[in-house]
């Protein structure tokens, strides 16, 4: 009898220190895959859902989060639409517990950036305000997207872009934008 306890002693020492190495390794494995979770992935598994972000230069930004891209992401503000440059993002309130997988955005989505959405408001005619990083704003109608600008003929918001209303033509870095707000409900 004194070695059976003595047996299941050394059995339940064993055991327990089994649980506690495997405990302690499922916490090592979730911190390394938590460590490579990127913002737009974990801002991905909340599509749906209202936010509120901090940006740089645009200040609080709210709205239902509509889509999330490689570099960018969408907002509904009361149907106004808010085109956000992930680069400026600095908090994110409001998220849900979800994170999308990357492999599940799929290869076209991976390359939607924030260039070629611009350029789909470019294509579009839409009117917007265009804020920098900076906490400028420009308001206009982009004309065109190059490899790094954008170039935004400048009038008034409530004027259609056309030739008489345009006061100028300004090229925008495209690293310098912060928020894309449409004046216009209607976004790509």
Do not use: N
């Not at 936010?51 to 645009?58: I, M, T, V």
């Not at 517990?97 to 290869?107: C, D, Y």
């Not at 925008?172 to 894309?180: F, G, Q, R, T």
Request: with cysteine; net charge neutral.
């Amino acid at each position: 009898m004194r070695w059976q306890r003595l047996f299941a002693d050394l059995q339940a020492e064993f055991d327990a220190a089994e649980a506690a190495a495997e405990r302690a390794e499922d916490a090592s494995r979730r911190r390394v895959e938590t460590g490579a979770v990127r913002l737009v992935d974990r801002l991905a598994g909340s599509v749906g859902r209202p936010l509120a972000l901090r940006c740089q230069g645009a200040g609080d930004v709210t709205g239902v989060l509509v889509d999330v891209g490689a570099d960018w992401l969408l907002l509904d503000s009361g149907g106004r639409e808010v085109l956000v440059a992930t680069a400026t993002v600095r908090t994110v309130a409001g998220l849900g517990r979800a994170t999308a997988v990357p492999a599940e955005r799929g290869a076209v989505h991976a390359r939607m950036d924030l260039r070629r959405v611009v350029r789909g408001l470019s294509r579009d005619r839409t009117a917007v305000q265009v804020v920098l990083d900076d906490g400028s704003a420009h308001v206009g109608t982009v004309d065109g997207v190059g490899a790094d600008h954008l170039e935004l003929a400048e009038h008034a918001a409530d004027q259609p872009r056309r030739a008489a209303a345009v006061r100028g033509v300004r090229a925008i870095a495209l690293p310098a934008v912060a928020v894309v707000r449409t004046l216009a409900p209607g976004l790509v």
